[in-house]
Structures are given as structure tokens and as C-alpha cells.
């Protein structure tokens, strides 16, 4: 078979399971879960005798049935929806009825959990607002769901994980209450994404890394998502969010720790993740008085994008038109360690950029006498730009003679792109979802991680909160100013992608 017949090199065989979606008829649910699992159905990922059983209110089954089979002719991504592929899928949907708030529902739940292969396997998707997280947990502790005599039981948490330290601190003693860690899940799409991952490869199976992985040869890392689109419909959400917690304080900080942790001892879910706590607790703390110059906020203005005017923030559906909350987002942290100290490591996140890019760029230190500065084109620091999406790969960035009779420096890139063209790379769900069939939380946050990170980030947050102005940059622009002061003293400056 090819590449592209047989998607998953991992290929594990997972249980038959029963795998319960809270919020069934959600734009999660028909985005992103349905089109994952109908794919991993077809590839063998999930067991053909398992169950999907969608829990909704106000919906009959064949509503339901409906509304999911819309939702793959919309968004499954790998062809035609056919009746044939469609009836083979839908003989496992179940659903269950009822109002999340209502102990009757979790009863007509445990009713339905079926045993399959002689064991009732159960994996919970919150797919609802965070809000329902403790009703959900409440409901299923009452119905005797959280056991794990007949077989696991795990349960999904969808980001944000809280929306401070405070709430992210009660959101968690909520779960632990009927469950144990173990059985805890908090899924962020991001570290789902195949070219996250390659990053413990590309770090731990290289051997040519580790002698140059370090202060004493990397000047900064910075850490980037850039995206050209703006709120679409989620400016109710990020009135209340913002980027930093949007972006920075989940995906981009778990991508830190990925760049700068450790060798763990094996590769294991708590050996990478306790490597990974270790990175968050040895970030700098930033004084209050430290924040101007550390962190920057800003927000889109009217501009141009990909040829098409779009509008300022303040103007989008359900923005508030005197609203201060950030579009864009950058922190600079230091990391207190014997590799890292003294190494800035630049996050920055922006909505209605110039293109739409996320990267991680190490930029090295300059050569300590250089042969070539008085030169007309003198050399560059070079850099190693691990880009995460689109076009996924590595990029590095060298000095090389300039053809001619002269030894002008230039410019030398060179690309090596990390899947082939006939290549299939999983969605981040379909990782994701395989890994919580298969019990591998190695992807997914501990607790102490979580709380962690927004530890690191609530000295920004007070002080952005009361803000009444915040600094604007031209939609579909590098505009924005203050990122030249952040970077100050960094070799290079701000990286913008190309």
C-alpha cells in the first residue's frame, strides 16, 4: 500500500469503545471530530465494533443523524461523501437526549454504554463550552461512569483550560474530584499537528543538535503563529480571551518546552511531560513594573489582505467598537537554567497579518571575528527555521559566496519540506483521538502544567485588563512598531515569515 493508502505509521489497534460527544450537534463536533473520526474508522484507527454516541439537546436521532451527515459533505476534506461511505459510518452513531443539566441524561447515558469486546470502554469528549465542564463532571461521577471496573474510562478537555490561575486551579479540582489524572485529557489541537511532534525528533534523533542547542551558540529563539484571517465568528470569544490567552499561553508555551526541555529518560507521557514542567518553572518571573518592556499588545486596524479590504477589529460582528482587547500578541521570556540563561525566546502571535505562518526560528550568535564585515554584503547570523504550518519543514539559513570574481557574501537557503506531495499527514484529531483511545497522553497537559503557564502570564494579565487604548497595525501589515523595542539586542531583530 502507499503513503497515502495507509496514513498512520503508528497504527496501533485500539478497543472497541464507546466514544461519548457532549455538545453533538456543535461546530466542533461537525468541523473538526466527525471528519476526523469517519477517516480513522476507514484506516482501522477506531475499532469498527466501537460506538459514537452524540449527547444533545432538543434533537431527535435522525435530526442528529442529519445535521452530522451535512456537516461531512461540508467539511470532510478527502473527497465525495457517499451513500455507501455514509451508511457504513452512520450504523455506529447513537444518541442520547437530554439537557446537560439534568441528572436524567447521564442515566439514559450509562443505559447506553454498551459492552463491546466484554468490556464497556468510555472516552467523554467535552465538546461544549467550558462553563459545562463541572455539570459533565458532576453528571457522570453521579451515574457511576467514572469507574473503571469494566473497562477505562477518560474524559477530553477542550482549551481554554480556565481563563486565569484562579479558574484554571478550580477547573482542575473539579475534575480531580472523579477522576484521577490519569484519566484526564486536555487537548490542544496544536501539539496534534505532525509538525509539532517531528520537534522531539528533530531535537533527540540528531545528533548534530545537541552540541549547538544552548547559550552558547544560539543568540534568541522566537516562537511564531501568525494567521491572515481575522474574528470570523469568534468575537464573543475573544472579547473575553484576547491572543495571550488565545495563543500564548497554550500553544505557544507548549511549544517552548518542547524547544528547550531536556532528553527525558524514556519516551514516555510523564518522562516528557516532567521534562516539560521543569522548562515552566524555570521561566523568569516578570515584575509588573517589567511588563511594558517585555510584552507587547496591539490590535488590527482597517487594511488589505490577500488583495481583499477587510475591517479593523472594532468593526467585526460582535466586537465592541471601544474595545482595548489584543489581536496581537508577544512575550519575551528567559529561561534560568545552566542551557538556556541569558537566551531571549521571543512569542508572538497576530491575527490579520501579512501571511499566514507558524514557525519556530533559532537564530545563531554571530561569529566572533567574521573575515568578511567590511565587505559590501557583509554575512548574516545564521538561522534554523523549523516551519510548522504551512508548507512544513526545515529551513536553514547560511552565508555563502556570491558567484563572480569577488567574495561578496550571500544569502543561502536551504529547504528540506518534511512530508512528500503524495504524502497523507494526519489532522491534529485524528492524532489526538487515537492517542486517547490508545491511553498515550504524552500530547496532552498535565495539571501542573496548566497551572503553571497561567502562573507565568497573570502578572500581564492584570495589568492589560483595565487598559482603555491599546496600539493599532494595518490589517495584512508587519506593522507594529513596538516589536523592534522587544527585540532589542536580539541578532537579526524580528523575524517575520516569507
Known sequence: MSSKDNPSPRGESTEPTNIVIFGATGDLTKRKLMPALIKMVEYGL??????????ANNNTEAEWRDLVKAGLEKYLDDGAMSEARWRSF??????????????????????SIETLGGRKNAMFY??????????????????????????????????PFGMNLQSARELNGELQTAFDESQIYRIDHYLGKESVQNLLVYRFANSIMEPLWNRNYIDHIQISAAETLGMEYRAKYYENSGALRDMIQSHLMQVMTLVAMEPPVEFTANAVRDEKIKVLRAIRAIAPEDIERMAVAAQYASGVVEDEKVPAYVAEQDASPDSATETFAAVRFY????????????????????????????????????????HASPPKANALVFRLQPDEGIVLRMNAKMPGLTTDVQRMVMRAPYARDDMYVPEAYETLLQDVLLG??????RADEVEESWEIVEPILEQWKDRFSISRYRAGTWDVPEMDHLLEGCVGGWHKPT
Request: proline share 7%.
Open 46 to 55: 477506531v475499532h469498527p465494533q466501537s460506538r459514537i454516541i452524540g449527547v
Open 90 to 111: 452512520s450504523a455506529m452513531l447513537k444518541m442520547v437526549p437530554g439537557d446537560l443539566a439534568d441528572d436524567d441524561t447521564y442515566a439514559r447515558l450509562a443505559e
Open 126 to 159: 467535552c465538546a461544549i463550552p467550558p462553563q459545562w465542564y463541572p455539570a459533565v463532571t458532576r453528571g457522570l461521577r453521579q451515574a457511576g461512569l467514572i469507574s473503571e471496573q469494566e473497562g477505562f474510562r477518560r474524559i477530553v478537555i477542550e482549551k
Open 335 to 374: 529561561i534560568d537554567n545552566w542551557r538556556w540563561q541569558g537566551v531571549p525566546f521571543i512569542l508572538w502571535t497576530g491575527k490579520r497579518m501579512k501571511r499566514r505562518a507558524s514557525e519556530v526560528m533559532i537564530r545563531f550568535r554571530v561569529p566572533p571575528f567574521n573575515l568578511f564585515d567590511s
Open 440 to 445: 498515550d497522553a504524552t500530547l496532552f497537559s
